[in-house]
Nanobody, 127 residues
Framework: QVQLVESWVGSVQARDSLRVSCAAS????????MAWFRQGPAKERDFVAR????????YYASSVKGRFTISRDNAKNTMYLQMSSLKPEDTAVYYC????????????????????WGQGTLVAVSS
């Protein structure tokens, strides 16, 4: 059972910086692709950033590119999102996401795709 737990954030001021983390358990972390999504008030859940399993690559939404940095520490089974120059429009519940291929280790060797979500953590940016 894969589990994801985000760190608690709360409220910050515009132009502040902060780091949120997501701790994963229940699967070989180096095999897991990790990402952040966010859902603002009355909005759909949107992609923010992704860091792939080896080889490690980072991808960003255009709205956060240059301000946010996603990273992973495989020794700690943890993913981070460093956010800087925060804006009120960054206010949202931030969700940790993991996707991976599981199974295939015993007959009939069938693999399946698994996607897991964290519980979300609120980042409220005030002007």
């Amino acid at each position: 059972q894969v589990q994801l737990v985000e760190s608690w954030v709360g409220s910050v001021q515009a132009r502040d910086s902060l780091r949120v983390s997501c701790a994963a358990s229940g699967h070989t972390f180096t095999d897991v692709h990790m990402a952040w999504f966010r859902q603002g008030p009355a909005k759909e859940r949107d992609f923010v950033a992704r860091v792939s399993a080896a080889p490690v690559n980072q991808y960003y939404a255009s709205s956060v590119k240059g301000r946010f940095t996603i990273s992973r520490d495989n020794a700690k089974n943890t993913m981070y999102l460093q956010m800087s120059s925060l804006k009120p429009e960054d206010t949202a519940v931030y969700y940790c996401n993991a996707d991976m291929v599981v199974g295939g280790t015993a007959p009939p060797y069938i693999h399946r795709y698994l996607e897991v979500w964290g519980q979300g953590t609120l980042v409220a940016v005030s002007s």
